[in-house]
């Protein structure tokens, strides 16, 4: 089944990343880095009250992940095991290959200037479309406690790991956890 | 400019709610509340992980706020400004009203069981398509500190608030902000 309306592009986001194999897993992840959103000029109006924010999310579509050949896989293995060489769901992973191929990232808003948006937290190549961009509430958005996080809590996470840091050396087999994650 | 691609439904929500008005604004204020999403049983080996995490983000297609009569006000006023009447741009709002309508719900998973994920936190009407879901992680979903919130930081809001409950009553101007929002 397919929604009955087209997704409009609202804006592009402009970052230093042109190949998805060096570009940060996780905007989360990558805090220290800046880039643009270019907003359409039509939709600039929009971004009136956004400077008040610390933190937005960017929901976008990660359209060198096509999905036109069909669906990718409903088990995959994500970036973070690659190692282990062991597989999700792919609603239990953040994995781009997705039925729709969007984006979630929790931006630092820099700086709103008319249809510019700067931001901290890079997850996403240049040229990636921006579908839509939603304030960070606190109280909407953070639940209470420390939640479990699935397989999550069992890998480390290096600051601005990339899918080709996170690769299997070819040399090398799949080992432990611990040995491989990096 | 439109995203070259259909979006997919990968499932409907089954909630209580049947109305707008009287439905929740919002998930995280709503966390006892639970529902169902309905997973299509062509996506279903796609949850396998799912039930290892304590929250999840639903990406809904909020389908009762057609755009087919052209894009919605680029400033409008929230449902918890109502009183105020005070307007902000669509991009610092969580409003359904959006160019895409898409909406994004912090649940907590109560049960993951074949193609069926019970949750709580309900802010959607039944039979609201759901686009994605993923794994909340806390790392990369968690700001640092106590971030500024815009404009959310200067309301109160009421557990399980609903746009009828906010609306302000025919016969009261709009007031002060302390005086009115609920």
């Known amino acids: ?15 230093g990343h042109a190949e998805l194999e060096t570009t940060p897993i996780q905007a989360g992840i990558n805090r220290a880095e800046q880039a643009v ?27 060198r992940h096509p999905t036109f050949a069909g669906p990718p896989p409903m088990r995959q293995v994500p970036f973070l095991l690659r190692g282990q060489q062991r597989s999700m769901g792919m609603f239990a992973t953040r994995a781009p290959r997705r039925i729709n191929p969007l984006g979630l990232s929790l931006v630092r808003i820099v700086e709103v200037s008319g249809a510019t948006v700067v931001f901290a937290g890079v997850d996403v ?48 087999p799949p080992a432990s956890l611990a040995e491989d994650i990096r």
């Open 37 to 63: 959103v270019e907003v359409d000029e039509a939709y600039s109006d929009g971004l009136d009250g956004l400077a008040g924010f610390d933190y937005a999310w960017l929901v976008t579509w990660l359209h």
């Open 125 to 172: 190549v240049d040229g990636t479309p921006v579908i839509d961009i939603k304030p960070y509430v606190t109280r909407f958005d953070r639940p209470a406690g420390d939640p479990k996080c699935g397989w999550f809590d069992h890998v480390s996470i290096d600051e601005a790991a990339t899918p080709a840091q996170l690769a299997v050396p070819p040399d090398r």
């Open 1 to 15: 089944m397919k929604v009955d309306a087209a997704l409009q592009v609202i804006g592009v986001v402009r970052s």
